[in-house]
């Protein structure tokens, strides 16, 4: 086993609502797996070599097993369908290292944990933390229209169940999430921790701004990120500083897929702009930033995503 991937068996595969299943991922040897902090993800590869992250939904202080949620995708890749459709109980998988960037800031007093459909499997982590913690909190998760129940089993059985309020989509159950209330009057140090889907999510957090959530107290976790059209997209050059090599980017193409295309090859994971895997520095060119990752202070000292990130002007030189 090396330092960076981790072989595990599947020991189990649970179907936990319409499109959306459960994965136990155990070591394949004897020894205990790295762990890991609430809020986590570990990127996942599967047999056909495609590589995609999940968050973990188990307690923070296991050391035995991996759990993720998986929600199936109309418009896989061939990631979220072949966890569904391939794989099985005793099948082998690779994974990373936990990573994090949805963390618990040491100094929480109190917390606000939202969440909808499969954007509840970080959370879940999160609630027991806190909860073994006893730091105060609620967790209001809404379920997806088509995915009712979704993970309620788990959450009944925790030592949080009694913290969480369930919420439904379905009109003749008008049981929806009222934002403005729910943000009202909160203390000035109540952390809110939000996961889902952009369409869902930005409007709530705009909310939250509003109601005096500052910034550092907002916490994020986005599972897509919105991509502007590619055949619309400006064409530039990008020249790689160690060879002087130069490519001219199409504008239906990523910066990472043609460079790859062409032999110059940068790490991916997510390809949406969430991830961070590919962060690469730019020594010259401005950048027409679009991803959901990196702080201001990143992209200040030159950093940018070049799986969705594109050049402003016509030339952009990498320090690769």
């Not at 969440?115 to 809404?142: C, M, N, Q, W």
């Not at 961070?276 to 060119?285: L, P």
């Not at 679009?290 to 030159?302: C, F, I, N, T, V």
Request: charged share 25%; glycine share 6%.
């Amino acid at each position: 086993m090396s330092d960076s991937l981790h072989t595990v068996v599947v020991a189990k595969k649970a179907i936990e609502a319409h499109n959306m299943a459960s994965f136990e991922l155990v070591p394949a040897d004897d020894q205990p797996l790295p762990g890991f902090t609430p809020g986590s993800h570990i990127d996942v590869t599967l047999p056909n070599g495609v590589t995609r992250q999940y968050s973990l939904l188990n307690s923070a202080s296991e050391r035995n097993r991996y759990c993720i949620g998986v929600w199936k995708d109309a418009n896989s890749r061939g990631g979220s369908k072949a966890l569904h459709l391939d794989i099985n109980e005793g099948d082998r998988l690779q994974v990373s290292r936990p990573r994090n960037r949805f963390k618990i800031p040491k100094d929480t007093k109190r917390a606000l944990l939202v969440a909808r459909g499969i954007g509840v499997t970080p959370i879940l982590s999160i609630a027991d933390t806190l909860k073994a913690k006893a730091i105060p909190f609620e967790l209001h998760y809404v379920f997806a229209l088509m995915s009712p129940d979704s993970f309620r089993g788990r959450i009944d059985a925790s030592a949080f169940a009694a913290d969480t309020k369930y919420y439904k989509e379905a009109t003749e159950d008008n049981q929806l999430l009222k934002a403005a209330e729910l943000l009202a009057d909160r203390p000035d140090d109540t952390q809110l921790f939000i996961c889902g889907v952009d369409w869902w999510m930005d409007p709530i957090i705009a909310q939250a701004k509003q109601k005096g959530f500052a910034e550092e107290r907002i916490h994020v976790e986005r599972f897509t990120a919105k991509a502007a059209a590619a055949l619309l997209d400006k064409v530039f050059d990008v020249t790689i500083k160690s060879t002087g090599a130069t490519f001219k980017i199409p504008g239906d193409k990523t910066v990472t897929a043609f460079l790859e295309e062409n032999g110059v090859k940068i790490a991916t994971s997510c390809e949406q702009g969430m991830c961070g895997t590919c962060k690469t520095r730019v020594v010259e060119g401005e950048i027409d930033h679009r991803d959901k990752r990196l702080s201001a202070a990143q992209r200040a000292e030159g950093y940018f995503l070049p799986c969705v990130s594109r050049g402003k002007g016509d030339r952009v030189v990498l320090d690769l």
